[in-house]
């Protein structure tokens, strides 16, 4: 079964706007973390994010985690090009359950 | 350092017959983790390994099976292909703790015929 669940499926916006992506869970986690995949090729980790913290930063990246709601967030800020791509929360405790992704188009 | 290693990089195979894929996790890294993209879809959990021995699985038929060996590399067996067997299977690492981050593998393509 999977463990994450990301909305919206897809989002198209410009360049320059910021994208945000929700990723919902099912079941206790200890971490939560985001990954970028890049044309069907291997995932990329963006950050991890504990079950006892709340928000999280790196660069142009915001995560929030509301363990009440078994949800998290992901805000991308001055999207570029660059950042067109899929991205997948995992929820972790031992093993790793993902959702199906959310496709980001960032249009130049 | 070297990240997570997966070969081949592409395989192709005829229905029926039995592919292997092979994982090296980054160095240092005990656990290794198995998922199934097919196109366009998200990742399925396939097979966990710790140490040598299996973890957990996902919902998948038992012609998908796989092992750890002792320098904790993995492989993926899977017997008797299926056209629907065809996808991207990627190969994750971590190192041992609860909030350690995975990396993966730049993944294989798999093609049944």
């Known amino acids: 079964s999977q463990q994450g669940e990301e909305d919206p499926q897809a989002l198209s916006i410009q360049e320059g706007e910021n994208a945000t992506m929700n990723c919902s869970y099912k079941?206790?986690?200890?971490?939560l973390q985001w990954y970028r995949q890049n044309s069907g090729r291997g995932l990329v980790h963006l950050i991890l994010?504990?079950?006892?913290?709340r928000e999280k930063h790196s660069g142009r990246l915001r995560v929030t985690l509301d363990t009440s709601k078994k949800s998290s967030s992901l805000l991308i800020t001055a999207s570029r090009a660059a950042d067109t791509a899929s991205y997948f929360c995992g929820g972790s405790n031992n093993d790793m359950r993902f959702g199906a992704g959310t496709r980001l188009t960032v249009k130049p | 350092e070297a990240g997570v290693t997966q070969s081949p990089t592409h395989l192709i195979k005829t229905r029926g017959q039995q592919a292997t894929l092979r994982c090296s996790p980054i160095s240092g890294h005990t656990s290794v983790y198995w998922y199934q993209q097919a196109l366009g879809l998200g990742l399925q959990f396939l097979l966990w390994?710790?140490?040598?021995?299996?973890?957990n699985r996902g919902n998948f038929p038992p012609r998908f099976s796989g092992r750890q060996f002792p320098n904790y590399s993995s492989e993926l067996n899977v017997n008797a292909l299926e056209l629907e067997d065809s996808a991207l299977y990627l190969c994750?690492?971590?190192?041992?703790?609860?909030?350690?981050?995975?990396?993966f593998g730049q993944g294989t393509r798999l093609t049944v015929v």
């Open positions: 994010i504990r079950s006892n913290e």
């Open positions: 994750a690492s971590r190192t041992r703790g609860l909030n350690t981050e995975a990396f």
């Open positions: 079941t206790s986690i200890n971490n």
């Open positions: 390994y710790d140490e040598g021995e299996e973890r």
